[in-house]
């Protein structure tokens, strides 16, 4: 196959694998797209997705079907299937963000079935009889036991294979589980980028109809139990009562968290926004990020939060992958306790009672935010591109 070049190299064509390619899905999904968006400018991109959401100029969208709504490991299985056929020609490179076996750059961005069933949240093996009960539930369920499979062909060693993850704990972590991959492990976190404009706070307010006064927390999660929005409304109830919180991410898991925030008497105070349009405008609204998650590989939402110059507390490494890289009290503060309710709530508080504080930590999130440029994020990626293409041309 014969390329144009561009000043790097050869313009590659390029095939991305991600089922969902919409920003409201999530942070898998906002990096895949980004890193599209940056590659774009250099190589021919084409998406095969069930779902397009994006609408990025330059790039080649192919949608596939999607006939099995209902259960998820039997689309999963699908879209593997019809990916695997729909790029087996005419590629340089297939890059899969999905529980697929086909692509030479595999992107992990949730911790793999291996290590969910078999290993606890500290990275520490299971034994006894919660192994052997975690061995029976996969051998009985045949969602477990796609995934399971699915993930074996994704993580099988071969020549040419890269299997990047987006922060050293999960590489880390996957070594533990995959030890005999180890060798094609690589990482390459998220990228981010400052917002073209800063927005008004008074005017994002008013347009996600927040209230004008008093401090505003804001959390961003689909999956709100694992990023900890429990344990986010338990804090509430230790702060003061001008304090108020959004929540943006799947509506679909609101209800009992509101009926949760009701018992709490929080209800006048919790603001639940649902998927957001314009999440610019949920970060301009707010002035901190509260994110006490208890399973998150890298967790992008920081990475934006400071981008949008906003101080973040967030549960320290391994709860989150991310936090691995930040000084704590510096660039961000840290939870040793993603379930403490009570140590949330004082960090909090610290925050907006300390204005030094907000400053130096504002500073510390702009720092990050310069080390994770996209820019040169996606030239590591373009990197590991241009070292399959050789390899397989020698």
Known sequence: ???????????????????????????????????????????????????????????????????????????????????????????????????????????????????GLFQNRNGQPLRGLRRFGRALSLIFSPRLLTYWLLEAARFRPRAGRVIVAVSETLRERMA???????????????????????????????????????????????????????????????????????????????????????????????????????????????????HPTTEDTFGMVILEAMAHALPVVVSAAPWCGAAAELADGEEALLLADPGDAHALAGAVTRILSDPPLRERLRRGGQAVVVRHAWDALARAQEEIYRKIVAGRDR
């Open 1 to 115: 196959m014969e390329h144009a070049e561009t000043p790097t190299g050869p313009r590659l064509r390029i095939a991305v694998l991600n089922r969902c390619f919409a920003p409201r899905c999530g942070g898998a999904e906002r990096y895949s797209i980004k890193l599209c968006e940056a590659l774009a400018q250099r190589h021919e991109i084409h998406v095969f997705a069930q779902e397009i959401d994006a609408g990025l100029p330059g790039l080649h969208y192919h949608r596939v079907p999607r006939p099995l709504r209902r259960m998820r490991w039997l689309n999963q299985l699908f879209y593997a299937a019809w990916t695997a056929w729909a790029t087996r020609h005419g590629f340089d490179v297939v890059h899969s963000h999905e529980n697929t076996w086909v692509g030479e750059v595999q992107t992990i961005h949730v911790l793999p079935v291996r290590i």
């Open 176 to 290: 533990r589980a995959y030890p005999g991959s180890a060798a094609h492990f690589a990482v390459i976190p998220p990228g981010v980028e400052p917002p073209p404009q800063p927005l008004c706070q008074t005017q994002s307010r008013t347009r996600l109809g927040l209230p004008q006064s008093g401090p505003l927390l804001l959390f961003v999660g689909n999956d709100y139990a694992k990023k900890g929005l429990k344990v986010v409304l338990d804090a509430m109830r230790g702060l003061p009562e001008t304090v108020h919180l959004a929540v943006v991410g799947d509506p679909a898991r609101i209800p009992p968290f509101r009926e949760r925030a009701q018992n709490l008497g929080l209800e006048s105070r919790v603001h639940f926004l649902g998927a957001v349009g314009d999440i610019d405008a949920a970060y301009a609204a707010a002035d901190l990020l509260v």
